[in-house]
């Protein structure tokens, strides 16, 4: 008896270790990819978030002639609504993009309000260190926009 314990432990060990080998992922699966309705939307707000970018490169000379006031005013105004379109954008990401861009955006905000409080306080350097690394994470989500030859049919 056993004999036939150690036969029949050997056969399941074999049809375990078969069925585990053999039962990964469907590798014809393609990956995901954006639909043209998801484009659509990504190319209707992304032209404004390029615009709010180009309207951070103000701040530099604004930090060297220490313009506190217009500082906090160009973060407050023009770029107030900077956080509605990220987010519009984002929304039609791919999931995995998505969750990417979401952190990178909360990263810029941040960011954004430590320049707001360096100019608060008149602290050139932290101003300038906090434009910096705002540019920086406005620079990483701006290359998690997706090309439009991205499409599904």
């Known amino acids: 008896m056993r004999f036939y314990r150690s036969i029949l432990t050997g056969i399941l060990v074999l049809v375990t270790t078969f069925l585990v080998s053999c039962g990964g992922p469907n590798a014809n699966v393609p990956p995901p990819t954006y639909t043209a309705a998801q484009l659509e939307q ?4 992304a032209p404004m978030v390029y615009e709010f970018r ?41 999931p995995n993009d998505q969750r990417a861009a979401l952190d990178v955006a909360k990263s810029l905000f941040n960011r954004l309000e430590a320049l707001d409080q360096a100019a608060q306080s008149r602290d050139t350097r932290q101003s300038i260190s ?13 290359e998690l926009i997706p090309e439009t030859t ?3 049919s």
Do not use: C
């Not at 990504?42 to 707000?45: E, F, L, P």
């Not at 309207?55 to 770029?79: C, N």
């Open 42 to 45: 990504i190319q209707r707000y």
């Open 54 to 94: 180009d309207r951070l490169k103000d701040i530099p000379a604004m930090i060297g002639s220490q313009e506190w006031t217009d500082i906090q005013s160009v973060i407050h105004g023009p770029l107030g609504e900077l956080r509605r379109y990220i987010n519009y954008t984002a929304r039609n990401f791919l």
């Open 150 to 152: 991205e499409v599904v």
């Open 130 to 142: 906090s434009y910096n690394a705002a540019i920086e994470s406005f620079d990483e989500f701006l």
